[in-house]
């Protein structure tokens, strides 16, 4: 157990991200952030459950093993097309004061594909539409705001390819706004104990200091 890392998970989606980075550290983040929907239960007219929400299982899973961490949402769309607007935070459904966002060493994050997604057939430039600026909302909240000295994130397919390239530009324009380098890992997840064959991008934004000398500032890849 590493006591002295403080980390936050953002939008931990299914809850693995989440899970994985608590079993790596050894203990309960500082706090999740993520989007109203994602945690939501949804009943039918006769009040049978049809969705539990993704997030739902994690909370009740932290719940049940007395491990719950405060827990916010964004007070925006999920999918706003404004990404440089203020942002609210909500906490148990009611307008919340953000966390304590000081000394925070790591952010891991799990966006929302950002239409880069192997099901996606659209252009490049449809990436960037009003559906499709979770990435890059999320960059900028946490580079601009929360301020760590790591931020990862996955959940990038083919961020790699040919239509990922506007939101890679994005992505590093927002990291060079804010000082910081960013650079992609590329892999497969057969490689990670999955049958599936299916591409992944790791993003992973770092302060450019003396202990990165070497590292391009921009866009090196594994």
Partial sequence: MNENIKYAVLQPLTGGAYLGTEAAIGHPAEFIISYPGFDTPKFNKDGALVDA????NLIKYLEKHNRMVPYYQFYR?????????EVKLLKDGVEASAPDYSDIDLVVAVPVCSGLSSATRGASNETLDARNC????LARYTLGTIKPKIYI????PRLMSAVG????SQLELIAHEFGYSVGYYRTDSQWHNNCQKRPRTFVLFFKDDADHVGVPKIGFEH
């Avoid at 929400?53 to 739902?56: A, D, H, L, T």
């Avoid at 979770?134 to 909302?137: A, D, I, L, S, T």
């Avoid at 390239?165 to 890679?168: D, E, F, L």
């Fill in 53 to 56: 929400g993704n997030e739902y």
């Fill in 77 to 85: 769309k999920p999918f706003q097309t404004d990404i440089d607007s």
């Fill in 134 to 137: 979770n990435m890059m909302f």
């Fill in 153 to 156: 994130f996955e959940n990038a």
């Fill in 165 to 168: 390239a506007s939101v890679r």
